[in-house]
Nanobody, 129 residues
Framework: QVQLVESGGGSVQAGGSLRLSCVAS????????LAWFRQAPGKEREGVAT???????YYSASVEGRFTISQDNAERTVYLEMNSLKPEDTAMYFC???????????????????????WGQGTQVTVSS
């Protein structure tokens, strides 16, 4: 069992910045990776960024260069720094966790929902024009 608690969402104007945080807790938190996904009303959940336990990152094309995923292993926390925000970034943002399996070797973790075992409740990000 893994618990994920997100924070840091809010409302900003286009061009602004936000930093999301997600704290992981539980009995077994050895992982392949952590990730951020987002879901806008009426749309499917989409991957934003992943980070392996070793720190390898992977981004969706829509956010690369604007968002940065990072982690603090000691604090069991993953962050998403979001800059140059656009109205189309408006969504509920979810933290996700994949238990250790070694399936991806030294490669990045994929941006697919089926790869992840545990999910947070989400934090809302709203960007106004």
């Amino acid at each position: 069992q893994v618990q994920l608690v997100e924070s840091g969402g809010g409302s900003v104007q286009a061009g602004g910045s936000l930093r999301l945080s997600c704290v992981a807790s539980g009995r077994s938190i050895n992982r392949d990776c952590l990730a951020w996904f987002r879901q806008a009303p009426g749309k499917e959940r989409e991957g934003v960024a992943t980070i392996t336990a070793g720190g390898r990152t992977y981004y969706s094309a829509s956010v690369e260069g604007r968002f940065t995923i990072s982690q603090d292993n000691a604090e069991r926390t993953v962050y998403l720094e979001m800059n140059s925000l656009k109205p189309e970034d408006t969504a509920m943002y979810f933290c996700a966790f994949r238990h250790f399996s070694g399936a991806y070797g030294t490669g990045p973790c994929p941006l697919v929902t089926s790869a992840f075992n545990w999910w947070g409740q989400g934090t809302q990000v709203t960007v106004s024009s």
